[in-house]
């Protein structure tokens, strides 16, 4: 992949989505649109967002008994998104129908936690261990289910790569080494993200809220 980056456009505002990405266009690799443009727009939205030319990553987090995650999956189908994400602690048999369901080209990878949570949410939530013990089993049991790969922060994905050698790795919370961290917990910056195995990077507001956005991709992707 020549440009790794995929920007979030977290945005429900069409027209701004559409702006940002057609400044950003020509240093990303791809655009992320997730739940709270797609309650918005729906998949028109999604086809809007396609007519400019990049990859798009469909970001649902779909988490569901499997017969309703898979219908949900072919309902998406049409849209032929790049990428399309599940719950990894959906479970095996709602990950192997999610791909099972998925058109062909089409990359389901598992979000396994959240870069929003560290250690103490997950003991709050009743998981037992690190963020690294809880991210390595959700990604074993990916593996095993034979969806494409994992949504995990920087932090794990030297450690998932290794035991998953061909798995496809998507990587947010990504800052530059000056950025603002904002409200995620496990970040690390774009280079050592790429240098640890990380297959995309998923950065939103760094480029997004920049002054020019076309800058601040520029000179994320020149780190690379």
């Known amino acids: 992949m020549s440009n790794r980056?995929?920007?979030a456009i977290d945005t429900p505002d069409?027209?701004?989505a559409q702006a940002l990405a057609q400044k950003v266009r020509h240093h990303v690799g791809g655009l992320k649109l997730g739940l709270e443009f797609f309650?918005?727009?729906?998949a028109g939205g999604v086809r809007e967002m396609a007519q400019i030319g990049l990859p798009v990553f469909l970001d649902l987090k779909l988490h569901d008994i499997p017969n309703t995650v898979a219908k949900a999956v072919q309902s998406?189908?049409?849209l032929a998104p790049a990428i399309l994400t599940v719950h990894a602690s959906g479970g095996r048999a709602m990950l192997e129908d999610a791909k099972a369901a998925a058109p062909t080209g089409t990359k389901v990878v598992a979000v396994t936690m959240l870069t929003s949570l560290d250690a103490s949410d997950?003991?709050?939530?009743g998981v037992v261990g690190t963020p690294a013990d809880h991210v390595r089993r959700l990604a074993d049991l990916a593996a095993e289910a034979g969806i494409d790969g994992i949504v995990c922060s920087g932090e794990e994905v030297a450690a998932v790569r290794k035991a998953w050698p061909k798995g496809f790795f998507v990587?947010?919370?990504?800052r530059p080494a000056d950025g603002v961290i904002g409200d995620q917990k496990r970040v690390v910056t774009p280079?050592?993200?790429?240098?640890?195995?990380?297959?995309i990077l998923v950065i939103g507001r760094p480029i997004t809220q920049a002054e020019d956005p076309d800058a601040a991709a520029r000179a994320i992707a020149a780190t690379l």
Not at 171 to 174: D, E, M, R, T
């Open 5 to 7: 980056i995929y920007v």
């Open 14 to 16: 069409l027209a701004r």
């Open 39 to 42: 309650c918005a727009h729906g």
């Open 76 to 78: 998406l189908s049409p």
């Open 122 to 125: 997950l003991s709050d939530t």
């Open 171 to 174: 990587v947010p919370g990504v």
């Open 191 to 199: 280079r050592a993200a790429v240098d640890a195995g990380a297959s």
